[in-house]
């Protein structure tokens, strides 16, 4: 029972660099989500899908990409990574909007 | 705009002893409310929600929260803490028509011997 798996679970970048992030949920969920989480901050809305092939802005989308080919992944993109975006990055997964979200471990990105 | 504020951003209390965690929102539309626990270096774990009905939720844990619609406030309590409940505590709001949920800044709990 996998629930929300996330890849790599850490990550050290240098500045200019690019990488993927992947998440894959097993709860054939409708919606996906994709957070960072700074220090003081809370839980900050990336990019969000509401379906396969959809995409959407959430409170801070600058830097980043985001990409839904298949319902069970959701991929965050950095294609040139900056200090400010190191970060805890979690990946969440619901059935609806309302409903609960179930969240991965987690990703810890440092970028120097 | 909508908004979680969560005023206190640590709370100290004895092992045993009653905890109360708040939650304030401004949200134009009924929302549905909810309170997650991080333990350190995990995900976030739902602990209740309220989206209608009885304002007097029960979750897991334990734990329990009030919807008062007069006060904008949705309170997480519990009667009597263990050192287990050391984590921090995230509220959120959502509405009907919105496709995602905004987190508060969260409070992390410390826990007395």
């Known amino acids: ?112 | 705009a909508q908004s979680v504020t969560q005023p206190d951003i640590h709370i100290t209390v004895s092992e045993g002893a009653s905890l109360e965690l708040r939650c304030n929102y401004s949200y134009g539309a009924t929302p549905y409310l909810f309170w997650y626990v991080q333990s350190p270096g995990q995900g976030l774990q739902l602990l209740l929600k309220y989206f209608s009905g009885d304002t007097l939720v029960q979750g897991i844990k334990g734990f329990e929260a009030e919807f008062k619609r007069s006060q904008s406030s949705f309170n997480l309590r519990k009667p009597s803490v263990h050192w287990s409940d050391a984590a921090e505590y995230f509220c959120a709001v959502g509405a009907l028509r919105d496709d995602k949920i905004i987190f508060g800044k969260g409070t992390r709990l410390h826990i007395l011997p």
């Open chain 1, 1 to 112: 029972n996998a629930g929300v798996t996330q890849t790599p679970k850490f990550r050290v970048l240098k500045t200019g660099q690019s990488m993927t992030l992947l998440c894959a949920q097993d709860m054939n969920h409708e919606y996906m989500y994709w957070y960072r989480q700074d220090p003081g901050m809370g839980l900050r809305l990336i990019h969000y899908s509401v379906g396969e092939g959809t995409t959407a802005k959430g409170e801070v989308p600058d830097g980043y990409n985001v990409s839904r080919l298949k319902k069970q992944n959701f991929l965050l993109g950095l294609e040139s990574a900056a200090p400010s975006q190191t970060s805890v990055y979690f990946c969440a997964s619901s059935q609806a909007a309302k409903n609960i979200q179930y969240f991965g471990a987690g990703t810890r990105l440092s970028v120097l």
